[in-house]
């Protein structure tokens, strides 16, 4: 099987130590999302990132389409 793709690219990865961190960062020092050197690199990373999102849905709905077509 193959593995699921996510699209997390503009979003920080929790854990239950950085969210009891948060509890002491009261000016919001801590937030770290996916830095990109420009805006242009930034979009270009996003948009990639959600087409091979649409190519993973569009090859599961293939598999699942030909499971479900009878043998001839």
């Known amino acids: 099987m193959v593995e699921k793709l996510k699209s997390d690219f503009l979003v920080a990865a929790p854990s239950f130590a950085s969210g009891a961190g948060r509890l002491l960062d009261w000016y919001g020092l801590y ?7 420009s805006g242009h690199e930034a979009d270009t990373k996003a948009m990639f990132s959600d087409w091979r999102i649409v190519g993973q849905d569009v090859c599961d709905a293939m598999v699942e389409f030909d499971g479900t077509q009878p043998v001839k």
Do not use: H, I, T
């Open 31 to 37: 937030d770290l999302y996916n830095v990109s050197r």
